[in-house]
């Protein structure tokens, strides 16, 4: 266990819905990543969220969208889901100072659109 | 922008053979480099990691070497076993902070 908690472990929805993937981070972690993972594109950024406040985006569609609550669990909404959008979605967690240099992942969340 | 390329796998090893698996960068200045593991059904797990040039990471049997003037992060393990089974990523730390990966090699191992 790493220490990082995602769910739902898996989720199977159609074209045109929208869905919400939960992530909690290690204990004292202040940095949530969130990560896009399928065959064809392999591991890509997403975006980066810094104690409730947005600090990094990558290569995140704009019918994607995250937020950070005060309590540091981080959510991603993902809507008007395509086909393509099928794929793991992992989070990952960093403290700061010396540490800040090292991701730690959670198991994912494996989304299945149809 | 800062990428990194890893060799195509699949990779399929007996056990106790020795293993290489490459991985170069293309990155403004020295980042961080890595290498993360994912064993079937689970999320990635750092491997081991080097901070500056010359640093050789090394963890569980494994060792890469930051080579600066070859901008590479080989990737080596002298016997593998059936368990080292799984996919292995290549990543640096990009200027926004996030990881950087490779497209993964997967390794089998066979008994």
């Known amino acids: 266990d790493s220490g990082v908690t995602q769910t739902p472990k898996h989720l199977i929805t159609a074209t045109g819905q929208r869905v919400t993937l939960r992530c909690s981070p290690r204990?004292?972690?202040?940095?949530v990543y969130w990560y896009q993972q399928s065959l064809d594109q392999g591991l890509q950024f997403l975006i980066q969220?810094?104690?409730?406040?947005?600090?990094a985006k990558g290569n995140i569609l704009e019918r994607f969208s995250a937020q950070q609550f005060p309590d540091l669990h981080s959510e991603l909404n993902l809507s008007s889901l395509e086909l393509g959008d099928s794929a793991l979605y992992f989070c990952?967690?960093?403290?700061?100072?010396?540490?800040?240099?090292?991701?730690?992942f959670g198991a994912g969340s494996r989304l299945t659109v149809l | 922008g800062d990428s990194v390329t890893q060799m195509e796998g699949p990779v399929t090893l007996s056990e106790e053979a020795f293993l290489t698996i490459n991985c170069t960068y293309t990155a403004t200045g020295y980042p961080s480099l890595f290498w993360y593991v994912q064993y079937p059904g689970e999320g990635l797990q750092l491997l081991l990691k080097?901070?500056?040039?010359?640093d050789k990471g090394s963890n569980k049997g494994f060792e890469a070497t930051y080579r600066k003037e070859t901008t590479s992060f080989h990737l080596e393990k002298g016997s593998v076993q059936v368990s080292d089974s799984a996919v292995y990523f290549c990543?640096?730390?990009?200027?926004?902070?996030?990881?950087?990966f490779g497209k993964g090699t997967k390794l089998s191992v066979k008994p």
């Open positions: 990952a967690s960093t403290p700061t100072g010396s540490g800040a240099n090292v991701l730690t």
């Open positions: 080097a901070t500056k040039a010359d």
């Open positions: 990543a640096l730390r990009g200027s926004q902070g996030n990881l950087i």
């Open positions: 204990s004292g972690d202040l940095s």
């Open positions: 969220y810094y104690n409730g406040e947005e600090r």
